[in-house]
């Protein structure tokens, strides 16, 4: 059975989705909600911490894509969280699935949370592509 749970938090101006589980056909539409409603309630400067996403398949890829397409038609930025070890350079599932489509590159990508919002405290700390 696929499962996903979200968790969110607020570090304004950023709002911050821990997205936990599975990334697919059958969950991709929650993340496109949460997003949505993140949106709608005014909040256009988002996190998404895909750290504990243990499977991404294209429908994924496709909600990520359209939250970014959503965000910068509102002036909002979206960042990911892809987090790399000394194994895997590339952020781990999802990072290696976005690096085969040829899509990470559109994207922001941090290795941890405190990293994305380091820029509201002067610091930005970027993950190379």
């Given at each position: ?12 101006p ?94 922001d ?20 592509p």
């Amino acid at each position: 059975m696929t499962t996903i749970d979200v968790d969110e938090d607020e570090h304004a101006p950023w709002t911050v989705l821990r997205v936990r589980g599975e990334l697919d056909l059958v969950t991709s539409p929650l993340i496109r909600r949460r997003v949505h409603d993140a949106v709608a309630g005014g909040r256009h400067d988002l996190v998404i911490d895909l750290s504990a996403v243990r499977f991404c398949d294209s429908s994924g890829v496709g909600v990520l894509i359209a939250s970014r397409r959503l965000l910068r038609s509102c002036g909002g930025r979206l960042r990911l969280i892809l987090p790399a070890d000394a194994e895997d350079r590339d952020g781990g599932h999802v990072g290696r699935v976005l690096s085969a489509l040829g899509v990470r590159r559109l994207f922001d990508v941090y290795e941890d949370v405190p990293g994305a919002l380091a820029e509201v405290t002067g610091v930005p700390r970027r993950t190379a592509p």
